[in-house]
């Protein structure tokens, strides 16, 4: 059998976002909106996310699940990337941060939407490897390091937006220092050992407000 060409993966593309438009409108309840922002459904036709996972599941890179990428992780199912796109809502004059790079399919998304992306990464491997897929396919507005995400990234901030992808018992009080007056901060936070998706939103007088809203699973943040 013939390889696929870009063609059959831009249809593919297409499928998984029109699941995704599915799941949303499902999920409308739990969300308060029965669609995503177009803008984030847009990067995410975009974005080759087979690409940025490795090889022996690349084709399955466009189905609605998470796929293995390697040191027990994964890049997460196509519908939470965009929903905690959507949710975080990056803007092309915001700076985002982000934890977790992973192998850079959720950095490729943000640097589509925001004006600069900083992300940090605890595996060196991932790190490395991210750094040259995002900078081979184009994208100039991303910057990555290794380190413990729990510290954030200090020397950029105030972030207007920070995303985790990956789970917290507590928010990192550091990301909440970083994050800018009328900033948001997305991720999955442990409540009662379950972990929801939620939002928090720092209002200009640095008050909080937190949102949960449903349920999913993601690897730990792992800190040093």
């Known amino acids: 059998m013939k390889p696929m060409n870009e063609e059959h993966l831009a249809v593919l593309r297409r499928h998984m976002v029109e699941v995704i438009a599915i799941h949303a409108d499902l999920a409308s309840e739990e969300l308060g909106k029965a669609t995503l922002d177009e803008r984030v459904m847009a990067s995410m036709r975009r974005v080759p996310r087979h690409l940025f996972v490795p090889a022996p599941v690349a084709p399955y890179a466009y189905q609605d699940m998470p796929l293995p990428i390697g040191f027990d992780k994964t890049v997460s199912q196509p519908f939470i990337v965009a929903l905690m ?92 220092e970083q994050l800018k007056p009328a900033g948001r901060l997305v991720l999955p936070l442990v409540s009662e050992g379950v972990q929801f998706l939620t939002t928090i939103d720092k209002d200009p007088a640095g008050q909080l407000e937190t949102r949960k809203l449903i349920p999913v699973r993601f690897s730990r943040l792992e800190t040093v």
Do not use: M
Not at 91 to 116: D, F, K, N, R, S
Not at 134 to 157: T, Y
């Open 85 to 176: 796109t959507d949710l975080l809502a990056p803007q092309p004059h915001e700076a985002v941060l982000e934890i977790g790079t992973g192998l850079g399919y959720q950095t490729a998304i943000l640097a589509e939407l925001a004006g600069q992306v900083w992300s940090v990464e605890i595996i060196e491997e991932f790190a490395s490897h991210a750094e040259a897929l995002l900078q081979g396919i184009g994208f100039s507005n991303i910057a990555i390091r290794v380190g413990d995400g729990s510290r954030g990234w200090s020397e950029h901030a105030p972030f207007d937006k920070i995303l985790l992808s990956v789970a917290a018992e507590r928010t990192p009080p550091a990301l909440l």
